[in-house]
């Protein structure tokens, strides 16, 4: 289940980074959506576990976790629209 959160927090700040924002509307919406879903899921699967994040079942909601990968969402948006401003990609 909290793979499945993670990937959804990713995906959504991929929409909103794209449709709210209006962030690097030459990559499209439907690339913006899978770079947000592989950093939530990136970010929620290894970086949280790394942080410390561990809960003491594994189906209970964590809140470090989804802010991580919400974090690392992020930054994985970032990092393309870098990757695209530099490379005219």
Known sequence: MNILMWVLAGAMLGWIGFTILRANAE??????????AVGGLFG????APMLGAAAD?????NLFSMV????????????????SNRFGV
Request: glycine content about 12%.
């Open 27 to 36: 990559r499209g919406l439907v690339i913006s959506i899978l770079i947000g």
């Open 44 to 47: 929620g699967n290894v970086l």
């Open 57 to 61: 079942t594994p189906n209970d909601f």
């Open 68 to 83: 991580v990968a919400l974090a690392s969402a992020a930054a994985c948006l970032a990092i393309g629209n870098l990757v």
